[in-house]
């Protein structure tokens, strides 16, 4: 019986099919990398548009650009917008403050509703300038109205070289107080808040009574200090005692406020109806100091255009978070009255 032999590829229909291959490659290739370049110009758009509402952002809240470089640290303008590009993790991470950049204030009251914080003209003649902050309690001494500054997250106590203020009471409560300083710490770099401690000036005998209808200098860096873990006050005690036995202690920022604050309440009855101020707060990190001159607000806004330049930051009632809140506020309330003009027109 005759072989039948298989019959393989010529050398010719080989190079057919692979000149074939090649030209489907050739048509492909284009128009996958045109694919893949589409993708990335779109990403690329998307992460400049959100670094724009960034920088924006960062314009409405502090009134100005942001820097290309801070100070000696090589922060650069990225890093100052990390808050604005919600990386508030890498934010956290950062001492802003050791560049020579410095956070705005932030007013917040906690605990009760009738507390309030305002920065105002007075009283007297300010150590600083011509104005304050005002922290008034209530009727509720639980209340915790307090402005909080997060810039100095990170910054170790053992660096702290100067630390002190001025307080005004107006009325003192039923305990001599006046208005006291809040350190939220992380003591063993775990990013975790594991201390409060607060500074008052009633605990400080060896720097005067608490006096009324006058300002007063105090020195924290020198003075007593009590801590929540201990349960104080009392025990008493000082910055750098406290640095002994904790040499990692640092400053932190929790609870998405800052870590250092200019507290009143939060004490029960002995603060019922406090009413003081605060003013020229300065504090010293590695012997450059940073002073705070708290002076008063402008104009509360009345429409969405005053919302800008931080005009948002100058309304109580209601209050803003953003300038974007506020400008949504005064949109919807337009809408409301337009939507009640047209339907007074209904017959």
Known sequence: MPRVRSRAFTLIELLIVVTILAVLCGLLLPA???VRE???????????R??????MSYHDTRNGLPPAVTGNTGLTVFALLFPYLEQNNLADRLNYEASGYSEPWEAETLESTV???AFVAGPGTP?????????????NGDSYPTVRQSGYNGVKLSTLTAFDYWTYVSHAGSGSQAAYIDLYIDNNNDNVRDDTLTFEPVYQP???????NTWQHWNALTGQWWSDVSGGPPPFFTLASYIAAHPDARIINSGGSGGLLLSAGCGGAAWTNFAGNA???TIGVSGTNTTYDF??????PTNKSQCKNGGWRNSTSPTFKNQGQCVSHFVHQSHQNHGKGHAGKKK
């Open 38 to 48: 589409s993708a990335n110009r779109a990403s690329c758009q998307h992460n400049l």
């Open 295 to 300: 002076e008063q607000a402008g104009p509360a």
């Open 127 to 139: 150590p600083a300038g011509s104005g304050s902050v005002q922290l008034s309690v209530g009727v």
């Open 279 to 281: 003013d020229n707060l």
């Open 206 to 212: 060896s720097q005067g009574a608490v006096a009324l």
């Open 32 to 34: 996958i990398q045109r």
């Open 50 to 55: 959100q670094i724009g509402l960034a920088v």
């Open 115 to 117: 507390g309030s914080v």
